[in-house]
């Protein structure tokens, strides 16, 4: 099974269970145009397998790896992209496992399912919630 048949088969419904809409995920979200190499030439651009954003904020990334990898091997590149985006909590899957990385407290953790898009929301802005 490929990265591309573990996004459809198992990260996008799970996306789905837990209340991402379709307009809440950006996939294949690219954020640069690629480190300058000379000649007016650019290397690899960097691009997150997903965007999860709610209320017109970027709230994380999700980097999703081949069901036969370990579930934490794009944690790294999910905190890479989290640091550049300046975003506070990062995901790594391989379909069947999903682990949550809150960089604000450097922990992670095993989820059984993502959090919606409210309760990420409230997570990394508790004070819009307490305001209202």
Same mark, same amino acid.
Request: glycine content about 8%; proline content about 5%; charged content about 30%.
């Given at each position: 099974?490929? @990265?591309s048949?573990? *996004?459809? =088969?198992?990260?996008?419904?799970?996306?789905?269970?837990s209340?991402?809409?379709?307009? /809440?995920?950006? *996939?294949?979200?690219?954020?640069?145009?690629?480190?300058k190499?000379?000649?007016?030439?650019?290397? &690899?651009?960097?691009?997150?397998?997903?965007?999860?954003? /709610? &209320?017109?904020? *970027?709230?994380?990334?999700?980097?999703? !790896? !081949?069901? &036969?990898?370990?579930?934490?091997s794009?944690?790294?590149?999910?905190? =890479?992209?989290?640091d550049?985006? !300046?975003?506070?909590?990062?995901?790594?899957?391989?379909? @069947?496992?999903?682990? @949550?990385?809150?960089?604000?407290?450097? !922990?992670?953790?095993y989820?059984?399912?993502?959090?919606s898009?409210?309760?990420?929301? =409230?997570?990394?802005?508790?004070?819009? =919630?307490?305001?209202?």
């Amino acid at each position: 099974m490929t @990265e591309s048949d573990t *996004r459809a =088969n198992y990260t996008d419904p799970q996306l789905k269970e837990s209340g991402w809409e379709p307009s /809440y995920i950006i *996939r294949e979200y690219t954020f640069t145009d690629g480190k300058k190499i000379g000649a007016g030439q650019r290397g &690899k651009q960097l691009s997150a397998d997903y965007l999860l954003r /709610y &209320k017109g904020r *970027r709230l994380a990334v999700v980097e999703a !790896k !081949k069901l &036969k990898l370990h579930p934490t091997s794009g944690l790294e590149q999910a905190k =890479n992209y989290g640091d550049k985006l !300046k975003l506070s909590f990062v995901y790594s899957t391989n379909g @069947e496992q999903i682990y @949550e990385f809150n960089r604000d407290e450097g !922990k992670g953790q095993y989820i059984d399912s993502y959090p919606s898009p409210e309760e990420l929301y =409230n997570c990394i802005y508790p004070e819009e =919630n307490q305001a209202q």
